[in-house]
């Protein structure tokens, strides 16, 4: 597999191969009895521990056998975050097939593409997703089996699907001996396909190797910073580019997990967090809006939430600084993408930052950060060229690394590679220090007589004003500048501004030309599967929109 030269003189250590299951092995051995409480699809609190999970996952790898998956097949799971689906990690990877974990917002057909170009030989799901999985299932001829993630008691009484199958009993009729197979640490382990805003969806694969690797350097006290002591619930699907890592990195560490099923909205994340007592958490802004509203309307405050990481998006520097100073929760920025397993960077102050103001601080905990070790990044020209690392130059973001992909699944889209590295489609800067800030996807640049605009840094501001709650800013066509920006707000409920109120909120903030031209109130922006803008979206929304002239 090496492509790389071989020393007359190797080292001489064992040749263990890194393997997921060893992950879930350690747990079960050091953390036991650390637990892992989930609320179910079904509606209740189930509660066990690492060691259960660990026989439960065995139980599944011996019906997978059964089932006839071998070695590199694919395993598709369409369900939320709890403890059948971390099951299904475990067993379905640990046993040397592939998972495959399905977002169930996409679109039906993109589902069916999905599953047919993976070639999935099972389909497991939770009992929300039976409409889903009726409807795609003749599409998927394919698939031997569908396996409903619940007891007898939640099988329905008849289905369209003909080869429906019931968790608990697949598991109920095999034992827990079960020694995980040892095979090349490359092998591939898990397959998370990109959204796919335009074409179809792209497949990443990861590998046993790249998985564990990517665990121990998010666990890293500068990564997510995740430990024996920390209670973890991650609101980022396990469906979302496996949780951004966390169902391997907290059993690595030792973490108690807490799944919160399909409860995403505001009151049943806060009651959870206090019930269990979460230190720390993870998902994208559009989250962190719903269960901030909520604390604020309500009063409430937090009695352990201690961290989060915000990802998937820019979190809005306001956002930040509310659950900083509000709230008492810290706030590590990161980012990433499906491509890098997902993670690239996260925002964690220097020594030398320690005795800076408060505003400066947050200035500098607002940008994407420093890479974890591992991922090697730079920026360049459009023909290449690489550039300053000033903080102010901006140019296109390069990655590699062994968790970032060298093609996708299939050779999709050709060669990924430019001389080694994967450009990520995300416009950026980097300081001296080496913490990067995107200031635009490159889509999503608004190309002002011929200079580049950052919509993000415009969506901070807005959302710095207090009658704001969500704000995207968009290029649309100018007769003299090609594009000027166009802001979309939605306001805070009962919050009143108006357009020139907000216009003038961005004077002294950005350049003079960066100002949005005009500024467009609407209900409600569209999201994505992953919780993001869809602003290629708004841009179709708004293209005869008729700026102002003055
Ligand atoms: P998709 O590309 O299908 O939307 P991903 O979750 O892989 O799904 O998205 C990765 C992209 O999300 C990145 O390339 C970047 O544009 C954006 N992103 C992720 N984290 C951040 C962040 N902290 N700040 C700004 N953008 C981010």
Known sequence: MS??????????????????????????????????????????????NYRQCHQRSKQLANALTQLGVKLGDRVATIAWNGYRHLEAYYAVSGSGAVLHTINPRLHPEQIVYMINHAEDQYLFFDISF?????????????????????????MPAESKLSNLLCYEELLAAQSSDYDWPLFDENSASSLCYTSGTTGHPKGALYSHRSTVLHSYASALPDGLNVSARDTVLPVVPMFHVNAWGLPYSAPLTGGKLVFPGPFLDGKSLYELFEQ???????????????????????????????????GGSACPPAMMHTLRHSYGVEVVHAWGMTEMSPLGTSCTLLAKHMELPETEKEAVLTKQGHVLYGVEMKIVDDAGKELAWDGKTYGNLLVRGPWIISAYYKGEGGDVLHNG???????????????????DRSKD????????????????????????????????????????????????????????????????????????????FIDALPLGATGKILKNKLREQFKEHQLPTV
């Open 3 to 48: 492509a790389y030269p071989k020393s007359p003189l190797m080292g001489q250590m064992m040749e263990k191969p890194m393997l997921i299951s060893s992950i879930i092995e350690h747990a079960d051995r050091y953390f036991g009895t650390s637990e892992i409480v989930s609320r179910r699809v079904e509606g209740d609190i189930h509660r066990y």
């Open 130 to 154: 039976l409409p889903i999985v009726e409807g795609i299932a003749a599409h998927c001829p394919g698939v031997k089996g569908f396996v409903m993630m619940c007891g007898r008691s939640h």
């Open 276 to 310: 269990e007592r979460v230190t720390f958490s993870a998902g994208v802004p559009t989250v962190w809006l719903g269960l901030l509203n909520h604390v604020s309307q309500h009063g409430l405050r937090f009695s352990s939430f201690k961290r989060t990481v915000i």
């Open 421 to 439: 590295w994967f450009a990520t489609g995300d416009v950026a800067t980097i300081d001296a220090d080496g913490f990067m800030q995107i200031t």
């Open 445 to 520: 640049v608004i190309k002002s007589g011929g200079e580049w605009i950052g919509s993000i840094d415009l969506e901070n501001v807005a959302m710095g004003h207090p009658a704001v709650m969500q704000a995207a800013c968009i290029g649309v066509f100018h007769p003299k500048w090609d594009e000027r920006p166009l802001l979309l707000v939605v306001k805070k409920q009962g919050a009143e501004v108006t357009k020139e109120e907000l216009l003038q909120f961005f004077e002294g903030k950005v350049a003079k030309w960066w100002i949005p031209d005009d500024i467009a």
